[in-house]
Nanobody, 127 residues
Framework: QAQLAESGGGLSQAGDSLRISCSAS????????MAWFRQAPGKDREFVSA????????VSSDSVEDRFHMSRDSAKNAAHLQMNALKPEDTGVYYC????????????????????WGRGTQVTVSS
């Protein structure tokens, strides 16, 4: 059974930077993409950023594209999300997701195409 574990969340102030990480185990034999989604209280889970595992191509939502950067460490089967210039609206639970399907372009944004999910890490940004 695949396992994903997020780490690095916490409390920050507006304008701060924070990095969260996700480590994958058991699924690494056929990992094709990893992504971050987030969910604010009372809202649906939304796409944040994704990376194709072998090509390293990243896509991000419009709301974070110029502030967040996703990367991967293939040797450690880990993915990271560097979040800069944080805003209060970035507050939420950030979930790591992994897919064994080859995803490209807009499909990387579709949460229904991800097979495995972590339990999430809380990110809180105060104004």
């Amino acid at each position: 059974q695949a396992q994903l574990a997020e780490s690095g969340g916490g409390l920050s102030q507006a304008g701060d930077s924070l990095r969260i990480s996700c480590s994958a185990s058991e699924v690494t034999y056929n990992l094709q993409a990893m992504a971050w989604f987030r969910q604010a209280p009372g809202k649906d889970r939304e796409f944040v950023s994704a990376i194709s595992w072998y090509g390293g191509v990243t896509v991000s939502s419009d709301s974070v594209e110029d502030r967040f950067h996703m990367s991967r460490d293939s040797a450690k089967n880990a993915a990271h999300l560097q979040m800069n210039a944080l805003k209060p609206e970035d507050t939420g639970v950030y979930y790591c997701a992994a897919s064994v399907n080859r995803l490209y372009g807009t499909s990387l944004r579709d949460r229904a195409l991800y097979d495995f999910w972590g339990r999430g890490t809380q990110v809180t940004v105060s104004s």
